[in-house]
């Protein structure tokens, strides 16, 4: 069980707004500073295979300036491990990636991908990058996490974060329940996809998850707030919500 909650900022949709207009305005980079001030613990940045939002440039220049351990989310492609070989990021996580899609609509299948997924998590951990994969709350995905030998999972959080009053308690279950089995059979935990203000207490208060990723909801709330001021509220609402947890398991 961890005690303090690390925060990944995931700085895609920075790119995203840049890239609507075309240019370099806003720099990823730069918001990517801003949140190391504001209080992030790392930075994510996915580099899709049709470069929607983050560029080959980006990714390097994150390697290059950014002194925060760098969360290189990736598809398992041949294209995506030579970039990833290149720049050597802190970490990599496998999602899965569709080139229709609006975001990543759900986790990584491990268990149906395994033969696929094997030679992608061995080649990252050989070059010591520390290999994540992006799954469902699911036991299964996660025992096959341990058998390909990754030793992190990100919790896909969206089917709790878009539920209604009832079926987000059910779903907030099964995230409690997966975090609670990564744990036992030793792996480190983290969450994310979707976390707001109004959803990232629930998940922040269970101990056996270390790490949360959110990108969307936080750049959208730069646009009325500022960068700093959407990070630095997210970061105290985690904050409290591990404080509070802790403070009942003392109890």
Known sequence: MNGYLRLGVNIDHVATIRNARGGGHPDPVRAARLAAQAGADGITAHLREDRRHISDDDMARLAAQ??????????????????????????????????????????????????????????????????????????????????????????????????????????????????????????ECHAGHGLTFDTVGPVAAILSIAELNIGHFLIGEAIFGGL????????????????????????
Not at 73 to 101: G, N, Q
Not at 228 to 251: F, N, P, T, V
């Open 66 to 187: 950014i002194d925060l351990p760098l969360n290189f989310e990736m598809a398992a492609t041949d294209e995506m491990l030579r970039i990833a070989l290149r720049h050597r990021p802190h970490a990599a996580c496998i999602v899965p990636e569709k080139r229709e899609e609006r975001t990543t609509e759900g986790g990584l299948d491990a268990v149906g991908g395994f033969a696929t997924l094997k030679p992608f998590v061995a080649s990252l951990g050989e070059a010591g990058i520390r290999v994540s994969l992006f799954v469902e709350p699911d036991p299964a995905q996660l025992d096959a996490a341990v058998a390909l030998g990754a030793p992190v999972v990100e919790l896909h959080t969206g089917a709790y974060c878009d539920a209604g009053p009832d079926e987000r308690e059910r779903q907030l279950a099964r995230i409690v329940a997966a975090a609670s089995h990564a744990e036992a059979v030793g792996l």
């Open 228 to 251: 700093e001021s959407s990070i630095k509220r997210m970061r105290a609402l985690m904050d409290q919500a591990r404080a509070e947890a802790l403070g009942e398991r003392s109890a």
